[in-house]
């Protein structure tokens, strides 16, 4: 049986201290206990930049206003193939607060490196 593939849009927010914006999985979510950056699944017929921004205002409040894309890759799972496309956001308004209730923080490159990330991650988080 074929496995649709799911897009996922992915937004690198940083602050002007150089950290990134990383929430964590909640225990009911797939690879629960992992940090990630926000972002979430596109809709069917909605391009990734709209995508982009929907998720982040949906997940953490903040208005995309600049993103370029960073890395695309697919990304096998036991259950699921999801085709995964990380953007540098480049400009947004706001503050983040977490409106899904999942833990936020800002951290440096330093740390995203020593937290524990989905494997999928681990490329982008190497580039920064």
Do not use: C
Request: hydrophobic share 40%; glycine share 8%.
């Amino acid at each position: 049986m074929a496995v649709a593939i799911q897009r996922i849009v992915i937004g690198l927010v940083r602050n002007s201290q150089d950290q990134y914006l990383i929430s964590l999985r909640r225990g009911e979510q797939h690879l629960a206990g992992k940090w990630e950056f926000p972002g979430g699944k596109a809709e069917a017929g909605e391009d990734e930049l709209s995508a982009l921004a929907r998720e982040l205002e949906e997940e953490v409040g903040l208005e995309l206003t600049g993103a370029e894309l960073m890395e695309r890759k697919v990304f096998e799972f036991d259950d699921r193939t999801l085709a995964l496309h990380f953007y540098r956001v480049t400009g947004y308004r706001g503050q983040p607060r977490a409106r899904e209730g999942q833990p936020l923080k800002w951290a440096s490159v330093e740390e995203l490196r020593a937290l524990p990330f989905p494997k999928a991650n681990d490329s982008v988080i190497a580039a920064l």
